[in-house]
């Protein structure tokens, strides 16, 4: 994150500050912010949308609400939080399938 001035900001004991956001596709940003990129393209080929992210809202630096709608960002969060559960249930269910058949194997 960044400050007013540009600068990282940094926290009480001198390390950057970051935060993750959950951002969407290029095809499914608001009209307003997809010709912004669009322009800012045009100026600095190459831009990525977390560059051009960090710079574009009229209040916060890198505020995704800016970009995406609201419903579709909590739709991203939902999924991401749904695929790192199942990757969890699937770890513990092999553990258990792992301990059950070596406990056959040893009977």
């Given at each position: 994150m960044v400050g007013a001035d540009?600068?990282?900001l940094k926290d009480r004991k001198k390390r950057e500050v970051h935060q993750n956001v959950?951002?969407?596709l290029d095809a499914d940003m608001r009209e307003?912010?997809?010709a912004a990129l669009t322009k800012a393209r045009e100026r600095r080929p190459g831009l990525s949308v977390p560059q051009f992210m960090s710079g574009f809202g009229p209040q916060h630096v890198n505020d995704p609400e800016a970009l995406w709608?609201?419903?579709l960002l909590a739709n991203t969060r939902s999924n991401?939080?749904?695929t790192l559960m199942c990757a969890i249930l699937f770890g513990i269910m092999a553990l258990?399938?792992?301990?059950?058949?070596?406990?056959?194997y040893n009977r």
């Open positions: 540009g600068k990282p959950v951002v969407g307003d912010a997809k709608d609201r419903a991401m939080t749904i258990f399938l792992g301990a059950f058949i070596i406990d056959v």
